[in-house]
């Protein structure tokens, strides 16, 4: 089974401060996902890859960048935290179905 | 403007009986669409893919319709169980024409089955 590892179930850290969310696949996907999800709000993407060193925003990329230096690490970057970044979030890697991690829950105090 | 609608935040029904969850999207010609289970504090996991060219899927205790002149999805759950209670999302295709194969989700219904 394909495997998406995100590094930390729970983060707290300070108003700007610079976050590191790490996401590792087993599988050799080319695509991956870095989503977050709030209540009412669902899953918003927020920036995708498709293959190294590429990158693409998605809906609502402002205030977070990323890095996609080998094809099985894709990590989110926020530059410098803000209390509405607090929320849950997914990475994801995909052929087709997508395959997601476990999440990140991040604080932001 | 793109929207995806799941008609239901949540929805209850009693153990035995057949859940049905609905997708209805406009301003999309999806390729194809997804369903994905959620539990509680948990990543989504993926269930199943229908193409834009088959009506019908199947899963075990699972059925997918995919209606594109509707512009609508069937998610349903024949003898439900309680374990089956989760939010279930749907997801379709936005390909950004780089084989990205980008999806766009809806917000999800959130399924109980009531013993």
């Known amino acids: 089974d394909v495997k998406v590892t995100q590094s930390s179930r729970y983060l707290v850290k300070r108003t700007g401060e610079k976050v590191f969310l790490e996401c590792v696949q087993d599988m050799d996907h080319e695509n991956m996902f870095w989503y977050r999800q709030d209540p009412g709000l669902g899953l918003r993407l927020i920036y995708f890859s498709y293959d190294v060193k590429m990158k693409e925003k998605g809906d609502i990329p402002e205030g977070y960048s990323v890095s996609r230096e080998k094809k099985e690490r894709f990590s989110l970057i926020l530059e410098s935290a803000s209390t509405n970044q607090t929320s849950m979030y997914l990475c994801?890697?995909?052929?087709?179905?997508?395959?997601f991690g476990s999440g990140t829950r991040l604080t932001v105090v | 403007s793109q929207k995806i609608e799941q008609n239901s935040e949540a929805l209850n029904i009693q153990e035995g009986k057949t859940a049905t969850l609905t997708c209805n999207y406009t301003n999309y010609s999806p390729a194809y669409l997804q369903w994905y289970r959620q539990d509680p504090g948990r990543g989504p996991v993926f269930l199943l893919l229908i193409r834009e060219n088959e009506k019908e899927k199947r899963k075990e205790r699972l059925k997918v319709t995919f209606d594109t002149t509707l512009k609508q999805s069937l998610f349903h759950i024949t003898a439900s169980q309680p374990a089956d209670s989760a939010t279930y999302l749907c997801?379709?295709?936005?390909?950004?024409?780089?084989?990205?194969?980008?999806?766009?989700f809806g917000k999800g219904t959130k399924l109980s089955v009531i013993p």
């Open positions: 994801a890697s995909s052929a087709r179905g997508y395959t």
């Open positions: 997801a379709l295709d936005v390909g950004s024409g780089a084989g990205s194969y980008q999806l766009t």
